[in-house]
């Protein structure tokens, strides 16, 4: 059975940090690319970040180059480290697969149930 686990989520004062991870299992993680995508209320999902753990090519939105860094580990693991948070990143966290880099949603095909991410000012 595939599964993606997102945790780590919580709440944090704007120019804090916070780290989110995904737990994969079931499917062959160096084959797929994982990526982290957010909603946030009354807003569309909006691409955040992806990897491709085989040979660490990642991939950025333009709102968190600078700020957010992916990684991931030899235990299916990928991460999403934040700093220098914002309101407006406050949304629910979602980690997914797809076959290909990129951030388009339609893409990904392994959804996981999310995390949230609230940022204080």
């Known amino acids: 059975e595939v599964q993606l686990v997102e945790s780590g989520g919580g709440l944090v004062q704007a120019g804090g940090s916070l780290r989110v991870s995904c737990a994969a299992s079931g499917f062959t993680f160096d084959d797929y690319v994982i990526g982290w995508f957010r909603q946030a209320p009354g807003k569309e999902r909006e691409g955040v970040s992806c990897i491709r753990p085989i040979d660490g090519r990642t991939y950025y939105a333009d709102s968190v180059k600078g700020r957010f860094t992916i990684s991931s580990d030899n235990a299916k693991t990928v991460y999403l480290r934040m700093n220098n948070l914002k309101p407006e990143d406050t949304a629910v966290y979602y980690c997914?697969?797809?076959?290909?880099?990129?951030?388009?949603?339609?893409?990904?095909?392994?959804w996981g149930q999310g995390t949230q991410v609230t940022v204080s000012s």
């Open positions: 997914a697969a797809s076959s290909v880099v990129g951030l388009e949603s339609g893409d990904y095909y392994y």
